[in-house]
């Protein structure tokens, strides 16, 4: 949600940064890499029950990870290398995090390492359905819980003394809910669109045959180039309709007997 609503307001805050640190040298794979750094070792320091110290190490490496983007297109320097290297130090980071906090809770409280448990699950899900759907051609942002949502929860729970466990509900019950919201988003927009109204598939192949002079699968004679009107019938259907549909309502080019149960049908109609 954040990452929808207040990109533009955290781009012109990072952009003037990101320019500032390409002028130093500084590229984004290096940023990318100094921020994971810095969340393993948070996580770490995690497992040690300074929960402070933690927390603040682990927004500083989450700030410059956020500053990865900025400078890569202030120096000029985007590339698939570099998003897929930030997707993946993401992931690594938050999963530190979460195991981190299972640790710890395993020998203080089972509830509590259990929700940790649940909570890395859904929201490795959201990651992993924003990645599909993208692949797929489809826009998968959306949700209530995305990662900036995440991490200022993870945040909170260890700098307010007393509640982690209320961030542990929060965050169980957020990535949840926006997992199921994600997996409706992308499914709608996966729905494949409906066929015009009134075009047959075996219309839609008919008007194929003036652009495509292609060859016939069995005879190798050229579509609707001779032959009497049924055989250039059966040629199209075998053609441009799926063979499990043939399968289905039979290859055209097998001739009915006169004695066929089709054939009596039409004859009683007619």
Not at 24 to 48: D, F, H, K, S, W
């Amino acid at each position: 949600m954040l990452d929808v609503r207040f990109r533009e307001g955290i781009e012109k805050v990072v952009r003037p940064v990101g320019r500032l640190l390409a002028r130093l040298g500084l590229t984004a794979n290096r940023l990318t890499v100094l921020g994971l750094v810095l969340n393993i070792l948070a996580a770490a320091i995690l497992v040690t029950g300074r929960f402070v110290v933690a927390a603040v190490v682990g927004g500083v490496g989450s700030i410059i990870d956020m500053l990865d983007g900025a400078t890569a297109k202030a120096g000029k320097a985007t590339s698939r290398r570099g998003a897929f290297l930030d997707s993946v130090a993401d992931r690594i980071s938050e999963t530190a995090i979460f195991a981190a906090m299972t640790w710890y809770f395993s020998s203080r409280s089972t509830r509590l390492a259990v929700l940790s448990v649940l909570a890395l699950g859904f929201s490795l899900v959201i990651s992993y359905e924003r990645a599909r759907a993208e692949s797929l051609g489809l826009d998968g942002k959306s949700g209530l819980f995305e990662r900036g949502e995440r991490l200022i929860v993870i945040g909170l729970g260890l700098l307010i003394p007393g509640a982690m466990e209320i961030a542990l509900w929060v965050l169980v019950v957020g990535t949840a809910v926006t997992a199921i919201q994600r997996f409706i988003y992308v499914w709608r927009q996966a729905e494949p669109a409906p066929a015009p109204v009134g075009v047959t598939p075996y219309r839609i192949a008919e008007t194929r045959i003036g652009r495509r002079r292609d060859q016939s699968a069995d005879e190798g004679e050229e579509i609707g180039a001779g032959g009497s009107e049924s055989e250039r019938d059966a040629t199209v259907f075998n053609a441009f309709v799926p063979r499990r549909m043939r399968e289905r309502f039979g290859d055209r080019s097998q001739k009915r007997p006169p004695g066929s149960p089709g054939r009596r049908r039409r004859a009683r109609g007619a």
